[in-house]
């Protein structure tokens, strides 16, 4: 995926929630960073007073989006230098203020602070994940930390894990990150990380919830995802690491159709050109029956 020099809002956030996000670099100034109450899904603030040190920590094998204030500078600055090592880099059209002016969400930067406040983050859970503990690491990864390590143990185990790696744990009873009356896990990491405004991934946690708590009734694709899920778990046995790669390509799809794709319908049968239709044929083959008994 080879980006040119500037990128518009909408199209990054196209990009956002995919295998493809881009990596963004948050290069706005100290002082407007910290006074900031969001941040672009998927970002990382690097401060552009620190030197160039900041580049030996920047994933090379991803395409690179540079963010600043307005797009003017600081971003151009960085992606030009990005660029000069040949390296495929971008930059925000009109920076925080263009995606502010397109409606386009932002992740609560307190929240991202509280559960990832180093990268790569670490996260643990319960081993044999199905759907909530797959869905809450797609979206980990797609707008909060593309490297995050997820770890998957014993149920009994999560919490000394956590306190001996440092790890987030998630989706165990008593928890902050776990669910909340009929809510999943997935719901409430929406609403702590400012998410379950946005349509598509609210609607998404309608079928997780419809999925993970046997309520096929608040969406008719949670029966689909239900099924989906458990077969993938029969596949991938008790290896918890390959489930996740074919989990996230079954919620990168349903994200994808939720933003691009929900009002299309399948057209089958689809007429085809020049073949009359199945009606029209029998009632030709009938006129003909009746001609040659005249």
Request: charged content about 20%; proline content about 7%.
């Amino acid at each position: 995926m080879r980006l040119g020099f500037f990128i518009s809002p909408s199209d990054l956030w196209s990009r956002i929630g995919t295998a493809d996000t881009p990596r963004i670099l948050d290069v706005r100034r100290r002082d407007a960073y910290e006074a900031a109450t969001g941040i672009i899904p998927a970002s990382e603030w690097f401060d552009p007073a620190a030197g160039d040190g900041w580049m030996q920590a920047v994933d090379r094998s991803r395409p690179i989006v540079a963010a600043c204030k307005a797009g003017h500078e600081l971003s151009q600055m960085v992606a030009a230098t990005l660029r000069q090592q040949g390296l495929a880099a971008s930059v925000l059209a009109g920076g925080y203020a263009g995606w502010a002016e397109g409606g386009l969400p932002l992740v609560d930067k307190a929240a991202v602070s509280r559960f990832a406040p180093r990268r790569p983050s670490a996260w643990v859970t319960r081993r044999r994940p199905k759907i909530d503990r797959v869905a809450c690491p797609w979206l980990i990864r797609r707008f909060i930390d593309a490297e995050a390590r997820i770890l998957f143990v014993d149920p009994s185990e999560v919490p000394d894990v956590a306190r001996e790696s440092g790890a987030v744990p998630f989706d165990i009873e008593g928890i902050e990150l776990s669910h909340e009356g009929p809510r999943c896990t997935f719901d409430t990491m929406l609403k702590l990380f400012g998410l379950e405004a946005e349509p598509s991934l609210a609607h998404l946690a309608l079928i997780v919830r419809g999925a993970d708590t046997a309520r096929p009734d608040l969406a008719p694709e949670a029966a689909g995802l239900h099924a989906v899920s458990l077969g993938l778990s029969a596949l991938a046995g008790d290896d918890d690491h390959a489930l996740l790669p074919q989990g996230f390509a079954v919620y990168d799809a349903l994200f994808a159709w939720l933003r691009f794709a929900a009002e299309e319908r399948h057209n089958w049968p689809a007429p085809i050109s020049g073949i009359p239709e199945i009606g029209t044929l029998n009632a030709q083959v009938g006129n003909s029956r009746l001609a040659g008994a005249a």
